[in-house]
């Protein structure tokens, strides 16, 4: 599977902002995608994440009601939707897959139960 974000940018405190995250290769067999952030000196932490058979989604504390993740009807793009945004949330975004389900109880917020992972896509919040 491979994954290409875009999407990123600079954007002032309360601003918005969407990330696209486009799959290609095995992406008809992923199970779960997620959107993950990572600021300097900062662990890769979790945000976002979207059980592609359920719709179930997941959120991070800190971006519930703020954030939105989907996907297109085809299921080949994930996208996060972020609106009021904080300087905190300034991070290099990821997307992620995982093509293997899931135990009940796993964090679906996790970055060790994903395999994929792209280049990532800067966001800048002043």
């Known amino acids: 599977v491979q994954l290409v974000e875009s999407g990123g940018g600079s954007v002032q405190a309360g601003g918005s902002l969407r990330l696209s995250c486009a799959a290609s290769?095995?992406?008809?067999?992923?199970?779960?995608m997620g959107w993950f952030r990572q600021a300097p000196g900062k662990e890769r932490e979790g945000v976002a994440a979207i059980n592609t058979g359920e719709g179930s989604t997941y959120y991070a504390d800190s971006v519930k009601g703020r954030f939105t993740i989907s996907r297109n009807n085809a299921g080949n793009t994930l996208y996060l939707e972020m609106n009021s945004l904080k300087p905190e949330d300034t991070a290099t975004y990821y997307c992620a897959a995982r093509l293997a389900p899931m135990g009940v109880d796993w964090n679906r917020l996790s970055t060790i139960r994903y395999n994929y992972w792209g280049q990532g896509t800067q966001v800048t919040v002043s």
């Open positions: 290769g095995r992406a008809y067999n992923v199970r779960f």
